[in-house]
């Protein structure tokens, strides 16, 4: 499969959205389509992602999401225009209240998401890929959590921040707003990947394409445990993961697996 930087635009229906999608291979494809606002995060644009993700993971013909943006970068963050057009507590609580909602839906659901990155990624923007399971960035992408440069500390962006880069790396970013580059992102686990600039769609296609080949149990067995053990003690991990690995050793993609590697063919998952 091909993707272009222009595929939001390809798949779009009218009127237009302000998020795409297609299904092609077992992986679903979603586009953050604002190019004109930098795909900032407007509550519309929020309100859609958690639909549309929430439709793909209950979607047995998907095995992965790949997320990236149209036009010059990936995501500005939130709607900084809709959110002075509304001063409002209630306004603001919904509108931080959805964005968690959404984040925390990327790592509910079934299928790996991995983000495809170029150019700014900043504030919920950034936020938005700390969430996703996978990260692939182009050389030219940035990272920031600029909030504090508004007198508005990223205090939303930091939750997924810290649970994915080490404390005085998230505190750099958080407390200075300076961007880091991609190379950097990478250093310190915020993305896994760096591809050369146009690259970053085909990159992360390709890891999502290795993905889906293998055992759809396993893949949802795994990413449902990893951010559940992820939260609990070394002792109540281990006491649950040994349940864990318990059930998906009785799955018959377990026996299929076990058998072919034992047997030195190519597994057929019998629940894919």
């Not at 998020?19 to 190019?35: A, F, K, M, S, Y």
């Not at 407390?175 to 760096?194: F, H, K, M, Y």
């Not at 990413?223 to 992820?230: G, I, L, P, T, W």
Request: aromatic share 4%; charged share 20%.
């Amino acid at each position: 499969m091909v993707l272009h930087q222009n595929h939001c635009l390809k798949s779009e229906r009218k009127p237009v959205s302000s998020v795409t999608h297609t299904i092609d291979q077992g992986i679903g494809i979603l586009c953050l389509n604002r190019p004109s606002a930098y795909n900032a995060l407007s509550l519309e644009l929020i309100e859609s992602l958690i639909d549309q993700f929430e439709s793909l993971g209950q979607n047995q013909r998907v095995k992965a999401i790949l997320l990236h943006g149209a036009g010059r970068g990936f995501c500005a963050g939130h709607d900084l225009k809709q959110l002075k057009a509304h001063q409002s507590k209630a306004y603001y609580e919904n509108v931080f209240t959805r964005c968690s909602r959404l984040m925390m839906t990327l790592q509910k659901i079934r299928p790996p998401v991995i983000a495809a990155v170029h150019g700014m990624a900043t504030a919920a923007g950034c936020q938005l890929v700390a969430s996703c399971d996978l990260a692939v960035a182009s050389e030219n992408a940035r990272f920031a959590t600029p909030g504090v440069n508004i007198g508005l500390f990223c205090s939303t962006p930091m939750v997924a921040l810290t649970r994915n880069i080490a404390a005085k790396n998230a505190m750099e970013m958080l407390l200075t707003g300076d961007p880091v580059d991609a190379e950097t992102a990478r250093s310190i686990g915020l993305v896994n990947r760096v591809a050369a600039e146009g690259e970053h769609l085909q990159e992360a296609l390709a890891l999502a394409e290795k993905i889906v080949r293998k055992s759809p149990v396993a893949l949802a067995t795994g990413k449902e445990a990893f951010y559940r053990q992820s939260a609990m003690t070394t002792e109540e991990a281990y006491a649950y993961c040994s349940r864990v690995m318990t059930h998906n050793m009785l799955t018959s993609d377990a026996q299929e697996g076990i058998s072919a590697q034992l047997e030195k063919r190519s597994a057929k998952w019998p629940e894919r």
